[in-house]
Structures are given as structure tokens and as C-alpha cells.
């Protein structure tokens, strides 16, 4: 197996919420996305952040 050390996906967890950040897609792509998942509902959301360099929590989830 070859690991891919130039893309690493980041994740965070609340008691209700699961966030994932970026990683690797199927076709070898890196993903700049976040996305959280509200355990409770069972639903995934993809979160629009501010694409502005900032240096607090930036978009709805701050």
C-alpha cells in the first residue's frame, strides 16, 4: 500500500457533530472541503467557509 503524504483528511467531533476536512477523492483529486454530520438527524452538510485567509473560526459553524 502507498501512502499518500501530500493530502491528509482532518476531522473533529461534538457530542452531536462529526467535521471532516479535506483528503483524497476516488479519482485522486484533493478536496478542500468541509463537511459536517449532525449524528442526531443522520445527515451530512457541506460547509461554505470564508475563503479569505482568517485567523478565527470562519462560516456558520464558528
Known sequence: VEL????AL???ATEDEVFMYGGVL???EVSG???AYDIN?????NIT???NQ????CGEKR
Open 4 to 7: 499518500n503524504t501530500t493530502s
Open 10 to 12: 482532518a476531522n473533529y
Open 26 to 28: 476516488a479519482g485522486g
Open 33 to 35: 472541503e468541509l463537511w
Open 41 to 45: 438527524a443522520k445527515m451530512w452538510e
Open 49 to 51: 467557509v470564508n475563503s
Open 54 to 57: 482568517c485567523y478565527v473560526m
